[in-house]
């Protein structure tokens, strides 16, 4: 079992930043990749960033590459999203998700989701 906890939405003007964490505990190790996904209200959950647990691999949907990234601090057991230049349509609930095995951009296939911290940006 893997158990995840978000934390750092808030709300931010456009051009602003916010970092989002993710406490990771339990069964996480060098064979999990994990995942930021995002879902804005009436849309689908939608792929953010990915990267294994070891922090390698990092891959990003084309709308935030250049403006986000993903990282750990291996010492706190932690994966973060730098989200940079914020736009209004970055609006949404974020969500950190674990899974064993490869790097993934499908939401369907992470097993441990956290509860998702909310991300507004305004104009």
């Known amino acids: 079992q893997v158990q995840l906890v978000e934390s750092g939405g808030g709300l931010v003007q456009a051009g602003g930043s916010l970092r989002l964490s993710c406490a990771a505990s339990?069964?996480?190790?060098?064979?999990?990749?994990m995942g930021w996904f995002r879902q804005a209200p009436g849309k689908e959950r939608e792929f953010v960033a990915t990267?294994?647990?070891?922090?390698?691999?990092?891959d990003y949907a084309d709308s935030v590459k250049g403006r986000f990234t993903v990282f750990r601090d291996n010492a706190k057991n932690t994966m973060y999203l730098q989200m940079n230049s914020l736009k209004p349509e970055d609006t949404a609930v974020y969500y950190c998700a674990a899974r064993m095995g490869l790097i993934d951009r499908i939401p369907s296939d992470y097993a441990y989701w956290g509860q998702g911290t909310q991300v507004t940006v305004s104009s």
């Open positions: 990267m294994y647990w070891s922090g390698t691999r990092p």
């Open positions: 339990g069964r996480t190790g060098s064979n999990y990749a």
